[in-house]
Structure formats: C-alpha cells, structure tokens
T-cell receptor, first 111, second 113 residues
Framework: QKEVEQNSGPLSVPEGAIASLNCTYS??????FFWYRQYSGKSPELIMS????GDKEDGRFTAQLNKASQYVSLLIRDSQPSDSATYLC???????????FGQGTELSVKP | DGGITQSPKYLFRKEGQNVTLSCEQN?????MYWYRQDPGQGLRLIYY???????QKGDIAEGYSVSREKKESFPLTVTSAQKNPTAFYLC????????????FGQGTRLTVV
C-alpha cells in the first residue's frame, strides 16, 4: 500500500465547473496535509494547507480533511483553463519529519 | 530575496561519474528535503534533514548521498551506484515546527549522456 494515494487521472472538467481531487494516506500519525500545483516542467507551488478536520477555504479553493477516514480532498470552484496542471497531495508526520507526496492528479480544464 | 536556490538548472553526467546538486536556502528553515521526479510521476523522497549534522534516508536513498554541515545548505551527490539517475531533482525546505509548509527550489534536470 502506498503511503499517499491519488487518482492519476487525467481529470477533465469544463470551464466554470467544480473540479474535485482526492487523496488517501496510510499513516494515522500524519498531522499536516498540503496541496501543491505543478505546471509541466516547473517545480511544485503550494496552494493549500490543512491541519484539522473539516473544511478550509481560500478563494476558489477548498481543502477538506477527514482524519478518521484518512482522506483529504481539494475542490476547485469555477475552474479556469489556467488551473490545468498536476495537483500533488502531500502528507507530513510532524514527529518523524517525513513529507510524502502522492503520484499527482492531472487536471485538464476545457474552455 | 528570500528563497531556495538550486543549481545548476540543467546538468549532464557521463556514466560512471559522481555529480553534486546544490541546494541553498536563506529562509532560516531547519528542515530540508530532496526529491526525485520521473516523467509523469509524483515526487519520491531521497533524503531529508531536520537539523544541522543530521539526516535520514527517504524511500529511494540507494545511490545517493547528502551532507548537512550548514543550516543553509543541503547538497545531494548522485553517485555512480545510481543506475538510472536521469530525472528532475527537487529540493524543498520548511520550518521545523508543527504545521508549517514546505517550499521548493526551481529544480535541477539531470541527464546521463
């Protein structure tokens, strides 16, 4: 079982729709959860972090965390073609210090 | 400007050679990480360090070595023992307190010729 799992996609949504990206993790000691966006050939950039159960909203982005189910998700509202990228889920166990990434989900937003 | 600097951006290595990738940060971060990314894949952890003079192996440490003699610097050496070194290498750093984000350098693309 992979430590962090994501659907590899590609996920295709029309412009203006909601894109839903999902991630599960295996380490119950994980305490910090992140979503990064990576454009082709570039390094990842942080778009959301979440540390407690529930929802966290930032502009068009909402991160959702359910520690009991070991599940974290990212919703992108009013998707734009510029949102087309690979989205990486990352999980950290603060005690051990390891920051582990999933394999990424490729998102394509069609005009 | 504060940030994480990786150099060089592109690196070519002959088979059998060791090469060292540089990662420097001026963010006063304690923790630093090295990842490898292959085409169409996620990031795989090579080594990480939480404090100076200490580091731990990640999931794919074989064929790689690191040092952490200074807080600002975490160089990665790709040795000749690494059989498939062609990849995109990413360095990241973060504060070593609970619930803090990691930020990345621009990456080094290594190609074996």
């Amino acid at each position: 079982q992979k430590e962090v799992e994501q659907n590899s996609g590609p996920l295709s949504v029309p412009e203006g729709a909601i894109a839903s990206l999902n991630c599960t993790y295996s380490d119950r000691g994980s305490q910090s959860f992140f979503w990064y966006r990576q454009y082709s050939g570039k390094s990842p950039e942080l778009i959301m972090s979440i540390y407690s159960n529930g929802d966290k909203e930032d502009g068009r982005f909402t991160a959702q965390l359910n520690k009991a189910s070991q599940y974290v998700s990212l919703l992108i509202r009013d998707s734009q073609p510029s949102d087309s990228a690979t989205y990486l889920c990352a999980v950290k166990n603060n005690q051990g210090g390891k920051l582990i990434f999933g394999q990424g989900t490729e998102l394509s937003v069609k005009p | 400007d504060g940030g994480i600097t990786q150099s060089p951006k592109y690196l070519f290595r002959k088979e059998g050679q060791n090469v060292t990738l540089s990662c420097e940060q001026n963010l006063n971060h304690d923790a630093m990480y090295w990842y490898r990314q292959d085409p169409g894949q996620g990031l795989r952890l090579i080594y990480y360090s939480q404090i100076v003079n200490d580091f731990q192996k990640g999931d794919i440490a074989e064929g790689y070595s690191v040092s952490r003699e200074k807080k600002e610097s975490f160089p990665l050496t790709v040795t000749s023992a690494q059989k498939n070194p062609t990849a995109f290498y990413l360095c990241a750093s973060s504060k070593q307190v609970m619930n803090t984000e990691a930020f990345f350098g621009q990456g080094t693309r290594l190609t074996v010729v």
